[in-house]
């Protein structure tokens, strides 16, 4: 729901820090060559105002929840800019229902509307252009979803249990940004242990917390309780991986 949340008056909501102050979860990833985002939720228009400075080449999405997804019709001002529709990656059944959800973006006699060009992925491995992208299978309570590994980086989201094909995928990885949503267990998201057992079982060189619920302890309290490799992600983290 971001953080703070409508109508909440906890201590990490009313918290004056700004690393408490969070929006839906996503990510810009600069290749040499690619501009990729992963997810679009609500605050993506917010986002790329704020952070992102160029087109993306292309949507990678992790499954269709509304806090992934509810701002893709804020790329329409991309698709005038690029003067082509958007290439967007996910799963079958996400494209399913994003094009229920969105289905006026079919509509290209229409330059107004956003515009969509799906590209269907499984859990195999593929290319946007030369670029390799590995997708994870990540399981969101029973429902497969998607992660993504892309060169020495992965990202992983809404994650309750990781399987072993997905574990071996992560193996000798620089940077992983994974879910933790509080402390208490969920029924369908990694809570803040769990997330800390599958990072001690992976052993990245470096791991960023996130989709953190208000739940959670606030940035800095968190930040104290962490291993030195392993802190909370934040609204506008930038992260440098060396090639």
């Given at each position: 729901m971001g953080i703070p949340v409508i109508g909440c008056n906890c201590l990490v909501c009313s918290?004056?820090?700004?690393?408490?102050?969070?929006?839906?979860?996503?990510?810009?990833?600069?290749?040499?060559?690619?501009?990729?985002?992963?997810d679009t939720g609500p605050?993506?228009?917010?986002?790329?105002?704020?952070?992102?400075?160029?087109?993306?080449?292309?949507?990678?999405?992790?499954?269709?929840h509304f806090d992934h997804v509810g701002g893709l019709d804020d790329i329409r001002p991309l698709n005038f800019i690029s003067k082509?529709?958007?290439?967007?990656?996910?799963g079958s059944r996400t494209i399913n229902d994003l094009n229920l959800r969105f289905h006026y973006s079919q509509d290209?006699?229409?330059?107004?509307?956003?515009?969509?060009?799906?590209h269907e992925i499984t859990y195999d491995?593929?290319?946007?252009?030369?670029?390799?992208?590995?997708?994870?299978?990540v399981f969101h309570g029973e429902l497969?979803?998607?992660?993504?590994?892309?060169?020495?980086?992965a990202y992983i989201?809404?994650?309750?249990?990781?399987?072993?094909?997905?574990?071996?995928?992560?193996q000798n990885?620089?940077?992983?940004?994974?879910?933790?949503?509080?402390?208490?267990?969920?029924?369908?998201?990694?809570?803040?242990?769990?997330?800390?057992?599958?990072?001690n079982q992976i052993q990245p060189q470096k791991c960023y917390l996130t989709h953190l619920s208000h739940q959670a302890p606030s940035y800095l309290e968190l930040k104290n309780t962490l291993p030195k490799n392993i802190e909370p992600a934040y609204d506008g983290l930038t992260i440098t991986i060396d090639e």
């Amino acid at each position: 729901m971001g953080i703070p949340v409508i109508g909440c008056n906890c201590l990490v909501c009313s918290s004056t820090n700004d690393n408490d102050k969070r929006l839906r979860s996503s990510v810009s990833i600069r290749t040499k060559d690619k501009h990729l985002i992963i997810d679009t939720g609500p605050d993506f228009r917010t986002q790329i105002l704020k952070y992102v400075t160029s087109v993306p080449d292309a949507i990678l999405i992790t499954h269709e929840h509304f806090d992934h997804v509810g701002g893709l019709d804020d790329i329409r001002p991309l698709n005038f800019i690029s003067k082509k529709p958007m290439p967007i990656y996910a799963g079958s059944r996400t494209i399913n229902d994003l094009n229920l959800r969105f289905h006026y973006s079919q509509d290209l006699t229409k330059p107004n509307l956003p515009q969509f060009q799906f590209h269907e992925i499984t859990y195999d491995p593929f290319f946007i252009d030369e670029l390799p992208i590995i997708p994870l299978k990540v399981f969101h309570g029973e429902l497969p979803i998607w992660g993504y590994r892309i060169g020495d980086f992965a990202y992983i989201t809404d994650a309750s249990s990781l399987p072993e094909e997905t574990m071996m995928k992560l193996q000798n990885i620089q940077v992983l940004v994974i879910n933790a949503l509080r402390t208490k267990p969920h029924p369908t998201h990694f809570n803040i242990q769990q997330a800390l057992d599958v990072v001690n079982q992976i052993q990245p060189q470096k791991c960023y917390l996130t989709h953190l619920s208000h739940q959670a302890p606030s940035y800095l309290e968190l930040k104290n309780t962490l291993p030195k490799n392993i802190e909370p992600a934040y609204d506008g983290l930038t992260i440098t991986i060396d090639e």
